[in-house]
C-alpha cells in the first residue's frame, strides 16, 4: 500500500514516546514565534502532523502550544502553507478541550473554511455546526471582497447540510438556493486569464482569454457546466462545478421543504397528466421562489449535461468524466420529479431519447441504472410503458458485463433497493433472474449479503422450481462463464466450431463444440425458461470438472448453502402440497447430480437434509403421496455410502409421517411395503461378511433404520415378531471380528443400546402404540414423550430390565 520509505516514516512516527513529542513541540514552538517563518517552520509541521496522524490513538500537546497553534493560524501575517498546516494539526487532536476558535468575526474566506474546518471535527457538542452554518450563509448574503472568494467556504457548507440539514433555517435556504441558481445558469463562457508568474520574462501585457469549448473542441454556445472546457477559469466558473457538486445533497436535504407553490390548492385537483403538459409552457421564472426557481434552473443545468454527453471528447479523462456527469445528472433529474410532478412529463421524453442513444454501448452501462430508477419512479405518472428499458437492463447488462466487480455491485444494490417496485411493476424482473446469478456467481464474496435480501423478492411459486437448480448449479455457472470469457478472448482464428465427431478434451474445445454447445446455452440462459432438464447437464458438469479447484468457483460454492437455507425458509411460506412435492423429489435426484467439489456437496446434503425434514413437517401426506421415489432412494443401499446424511432424514421422515394420523390414505400395504425395503436395507448392511473389504456404514445410518422399523411395527403390530427377532440379533452383530474391525468401541455400544431400548419396547405392545403415535391432536403427555424419545426409551428398558445391558442372545 505504502512505499518503503513511506512506511520508514509512519513506522518511526509512531514510535515516537510522549516525551521525544513534549521536546520536540517546544522546538516547534520556539520557530512559530521567531521573527520569520520559514521552511524549517514548515518542515517542523509537516513532521508534527505525520507522528499525531499516523497513531490510532489520540495525542496529547500541551494546552499553550495549542493555543499557540489557533494564535497564528488566524495571524493575517502567517503564510498560507503554515495556516494549513496548523488547521491539519488542530483537526488531528479533536475533540480538542483548549480550543478557542470561533468563525464568528472572519472575514477572509480562506480562513473561514480553515478555522471552520476545525470546528465541524469537534463532534457538534457545543452547537458548533449550527455556528458554522450560520456563519457560512451570513459571508454569502454578503458582497465579497475583492479578492475573496465564496469557493473556499462551499466545500464547508456541504459538510454543513451532511452532517446538520436543520441548523439553516427556511430564509436561509432560500438565501443560498438563489445563489446557487446565479452559479449554475449565470458564470461567464470566457475562460479565466492565467495569473502572472512575476518572473523576469513576465509581460505586463495579458492576452484576452478565448471562449471555453465543448470536450469535442468546439467553442460552446450555451451556457457554461461542468462539462465545459478551459485553459483556465474563472471564479464564478469554479463556484459553477462546486455548486453542481452538492446540488443533489442540497435539493434532497431541502427542495421539498416547505414545498408551497403558487395557487397549489387551485391546483391540488387536477390531474397529473394534464399538469405535465401544462407545465411544458414557458413562465416567468424570476418570479418563481428560490427553491422552484433553483428546481428550474438545475433541471435546465442537467439538460444540458445530457446533450453535451453526446459529443466526442478529444481527452480519455473528459470521456470518463462526461459518464460520471450523466449519471449524476439524471439522477437529479429524477430527484427534482419526485419534488415536483410537472417536470414528470419533459424528463420522461428526454430520457426516453438518451436511452435509446446510450443502450447499445456498454461503456455506458452504469448510466442505465439512474435512467431505469427514473422510469421506475414515474412510469405512471408519465404514463409510458418501461418494460423495454427494464428488460435491456436485466437481460444484456448482466449477460455482458457480470465480470465487472463495482458494475455488478451497484447493479445488484440497485435491483435490491428496487425489488419491491419491480415486483409491482413489471414482470421482467422475476424473469430475467438467471442473469442476476451471474454476477454472483462471479462476484460471490461481495455480493452475498446483497443477495440475501434480494433472493426473497425473486422468489415466486412460477421461479421457486428454476432457482432451486440454479443455486445448485451455481459453482457449475462459475465454471461456464470462466470458459465464456476465455472462448471471447481467443483469436478469431482457433474460434471455428469443433468438428461433430470428435470429442473435446478441454473446456474450451467442448464451449464450441455442437452436442456441449446446447448445454451452455441452458446454463447461461438470459431469462427464466419452462424448460427442466438438469440431467442434460451431468456431462457438462463433469467436463468442467477441471475447473473446481478454481478459487473462485470454490468462493462462490462457498456461498451456495447460505443461499439454499434462505431458498427453503422463504418458499416454506407460500408453498402449498403440489410445490412440496416436487420440491422433495428435485431434491432427492439432485443429490446425484452436483458439481464434483467434495466439501460443497457435503455442505449441500446437510442443508437438503435438514429442509427435507422441514417440507415433510409442512406437508406430512408427501410421505404417501411420494411413496415411489421415497422407497427408490430409501431402498439403495449405497445411498448410505454417499449421501448418508440425506438417508437418514429420509428413513427418519418415513418413520415419523408415515401414519394415519397425517394421511388417511396411508394404508397396512403401504407401511408393510416401506417396512420391507428398510427391512431389505438393514439385513445388507449387518450382514456378517468377514472380508477386509467390509465397508463401515455409518452407525446413526443404522440407529435410524433400527428406529424406523420399529415406529412402523407399532403402528402395523403383525410385524413386532419380525423387527423383534432382528433386534435381538444385534448382539451377534456387534460382536463379530469382521464387525469390531470396521467401526469404533463406542459406535458399537450405541448401536447395541439402542437395539436393547427398542426390543424392550416392543415387549409392550400397547406401549410402543402410544409412544409411537405422532403426536397429532395428542395429549400434552404424548408430545412430552415423542420430544424426549431416546428419554422414554431409557425409562422401560430400565423398567424391564433389572441388569443393564442384558440382551437376550
Not at 498560507?80 to 488542530?90: H, K, N, R, S, Y
Not at 401544462?278 to 438545475?298: D, F, Q
Not at 457438462?540 to 460454492?557: D, F, I, T, Y
Amino acid at each position: 500500500m505504502f512505499t518503503a520509505a513511506a512506511e520508514s516514516f509512519l513506522k518511526q512516527a509512531r514510535e515516537i514516546q510522549e516525551e521525544e513529542l513534549r521536546r520536540f513541540a517546544s522546538r516547534v514552538a520556539s520557530l512559530l514565534q521567531g521573527p520569520e517563518l520559514g521552511p524549517e517552520a514548515v518542515d517542523c509541521l509537516q513532521r508534527l502532523h505525520l507522528t499525531i496522524a499516523a497513531t490510532k490513538y489520540p495525542r496529547r500537546l500541551d494546552g499553550k502550544f495549542v493555543e499557540l497553534l489557533q494564535t497564528v493560524l488566524c495571524s493575517s501575517k502567517c503564510p498560507e502553507q503554515i495556516q494549513v498546516l496548523c488547521a491539519a494539526i488542530l483537526r488531528e487532536m479533536s475533540p480538542c478541550n483548549d480550543l478557542i476558535l470561533s468563525c464568528d468575526e472572519i472575514q477572509d474566506t480562506k480562513l473561514l473554511s480553515l478555522v471552520s474546518s476545525i470546528l465541524l471535527a469537534q463532534g457538534n457538542k457545543k452547537g458548533e455546526v449550527a455556528a458554522v452554518g450560520q456563519r457560512i450563509v451570513k459571508v454569502l448574503e454578503r458582497r465579497l471582497p475583492e479578492g475573496q472568494s465564496a469557493r473556499y467556504i462551499l466545500p464547508v457548507l456541504s459538510n454543513v447540510i451532511s452532517l446538520s440539514p436543520e441548523s439553516l433555517t427556511e430564509e436561509q435556504v432560500n438565501v443560498v438556493s438563489k445563489k446557487m441558481t446565479d452559479w449554475l445558469r449565470y458564470a461567464s463562457t470566457q475562460q479565466g486569464v492565467a495569473q502572472p508568474s512575476g518572473g523576469f520574462f513576465s509581460s505586463p501585457r495579458t492576452k484576452q482569454p478565448g471562449p471555453v469549448t465543448e470536450v469535442d473542441g468546439a467553442i460552446a454556445t450555451d451556457f457554461f457546466t461542468v462539462l465545459s472546457v478551459g485553459q483556465y477559469h474563472t471564479q464564478d466558473q469554479w463556484l459553477n462545478v462546486q455548486a453542481f457538486s452538492m446540488l443533489r445533497n442540497w435539493l434532497l436535504c431541502y427542495g421539498d421543504r416547505g414545498l408551497k407553490t403558487p395557487n397549489a390548492d387551485d391546483r391540488s385537483g387536477m390531474d397529473k397528466s394534464v399538469m405535465s403538459t401544462v407545465s411544458t409552457l414557458p413562465t416567468s421564472s424570476r418570479l418563481l421562489p428560490p427553491k422552484e426557481r433553483l428546481r428550474e434552473k438545475a433541471f435546465e443545468y442537467c439538460q444540458r449535461l445530457v446533450e453535451q454527453s453526446h459529443r466526442r471528447p478529444l481527452k480519455k479523462d473528459d470521456a470518463d468524466l462526461q459518464k460520471a456527469c450523466l449519471i449524476e445528472a439524471v439522477t437529479i433529474m429524477d430527484i427534482i420529479c419526485k419534488q415536483d410532478s410537472s417536470y414528470v412529463y419533459r424528463a420522461a421524453s428526454f430520457l426516453k431519447v438518451l436511452h435509446g442513444r446510450i443502450c447499445g454501448d456498454a461503456a455506458y452501462a452504469r448510466a442505465l441504472l439512474p435512467i431505469a430508477q427514473f422510469f421506475l419512479n414515474h412510469s405512471k405518472v408519465a404514463a409510458v410503458d418501461s418494460d423495454a428499458i427494464y428488460r435491456h437492463l436485466l437481460t444484456d447488462i448482466p449477460a455482458q458485463l457480470f465480470h465487472n466487480a463495482s458494475l455488478a455491485f451497484e447493479f445488484v444494490r440497485f435491483c435490491k433497493d428496487n425489488s419491491q417496485l419491480f415486483t409491482e411493476t413489471s414482470s421482467v424482473f422475476r424473469q430475467s433472474f438467471p442473469n442476476l446469478f451471474k454476477f454472483l456467481a462471479w462476484n460471490s464474496p461481495p455480493l452475498i449479503s446483497e443477495f440475501v435480501d434480494l433472493l426473497p423478492f425473486l422468489l415466486h411459486a412460477d421461479t421457486a422450481i428454476e432457482i432451486f437448480h440454479l443455486l445448485l448449479d451455481l459453482p457449475c455457472l462459475t465454471a461456464a462463464l470462466d470458459v465464456q470469457l476465455r472462448s471471447a478472448a481467443l483469436p478469431t482464428s482457433e474460434k471455428a466450431a469443433s468438428d461433430p465427431a470428435v470429442k473435446p478434451t478441454t473446456c474450451l474445445e467442448a464451449f464450441r463444440h455442437p452436442l456441449y454447445r446446447s448445454m451452455f446455452q441452458y446454463l447461461l440462459c438470459a431469462k427464466s425458461t419452462s424448460e427442466d432438464a438438469p440431467e442434460r447437464l451431468i456431462p457438462l458438469r463433469q467436463l468442467l470438472g477441471s475447473l473446481a479447484s478454481s478459487p473462485r468457483v470454490v468462493q462462490c460454492a462457498e456461498t451456495v448453502p447460505v443461499l439454499l437455507e434462505l431458498f427453503f425458509r422463504v418458499v416454506a411460506e407460500f408453498a402449498d402440497g403440489p410445490l412440496i412435492n416436487q420440491l422433495v423429489v428435485l431434491l432427492l435426484q439432485r443429490s446425484d447430480q452436483l458439481y464434483e467439489i467434495p466439501a460443497f456437496k457435503d455442505d449441500v446434503y446437510r442443508v437438503l437434509s435438514s429442509q427435507l425434514v422441514t417440507l415433510c413437517r409442512l406437508h406430512p401426506a408427501l410421505i404417501v403421496e411420494l411413496s415411489t421415489e421415497i422407497l427408490e432412494f430409501s431402498g439403495a443401499v449405497s445411498n448410505i455410502q454417499n449421501k448418508e446424511v440425506i438417508f437418514t432424514h429420509v428413513v427418519w421422515a418415513v418413520g415419523e409421517y408415515l401414519s394415519v394420523c397425517y394421511d388417511r390414505r396411508c394404508s397396512v400395504e403401504q407401511i408393510l411395503r416401506f417396512f420391507e425395503t428398510l427391512e431389505a436395507v438393514l439385513f445388507e448392511v449387518t450382514q456378517l461378511r468377514p472380508l477386509p473389504s467390509t465397508p463401515g456404514y455409518a452407525p446413526r445410518a443404522i440407529s435410524v433404520l433400527m428406529a424406523t422399523l420399529t415406529k412402523l411395527a407399532a403402528r402395523s403390530q403383525d410385524l413386532i415378531p419380525r423387527v423383534s427377532m432382528f433386534l435381538s440379533k444385534m448382539r451377534t452383530f456387534v460382536q463379530s471380528p469382521a464387525v469390531t474391525s470396521v467401526y469404533r468401541e463406542e459406535d458399537l455400544e450405541e448401536i447395541l443400546i439402542r437395539a436393547t431400548e427398542l426390543l424392550n419396547l416392543l415387549k409392550m405392545p400397547s406401549v410402543a402404540q402410544f409412544v409411537f403415535t405422532p403426536p397429532v391432536a395428542s395429549t400434552r403427555f404424548q408430545r412430552e414423550v415423542n420430544d424426549s424419545l431416546p428419554c422414554a426409551l431409557r425409562i422401560v428398558t430400565r423398567l424391564l430390565e433389572p441388569t443393564p445391558g442384558f440382551m437376550p442372545g
